[in-house]
């Protein structure tokens, strides 16, 4: 992904810092904003790191923290989520759960 650097003289760990920092003060919101102009200018690597810093970011999350950084309603029952959760358990096995929502 050496693209913004075949007009500059920055080299690829350079390019890699700039990528860090753009997204490190991004909220999610912003993010969101910036793929969907990006998807609609065709600007794929950046919309590539873009979605790799949202999944980084919202790996380890609580289902609940999901729903509310992704704006997803729940149409569960708690009965029919207690269920789900007992079904897919292996899925979280040996990871701490993240609730927060940065």
């Known amino acids: 992904m050496k693209k913004h650097a075949e007009k500059t003289d920055s080299n690829e760990e350079e390019i890699k810092e700039f990528d860090k920092n753009f997204v490190k003060d991004k909220n999610y919101q912003k993010m969101f904003e910036i793929v969907l102009a990006a998807n609609y200018l065709h600007i794929s690597d950046l919309m590539n790191l873009l979605c790799m810093a949202i999944a980084d970011r919202t790996k380890n999350k609580s289902v609940s923290a999901i729903r509310k950084i992704f704006n997803i309603t729940n149409d ?24 927060s929502l940065d």
Do not use: F, N, V, Y
Request: charged content about 60%.
């Open 76 to 99: 569960h029952t708690p009965e029919e989520e207690e269920k789900i959760r007992e079904e897919h358990k292996w899925a979280h096995e040996g990871e701490e759960i993240d609730e």
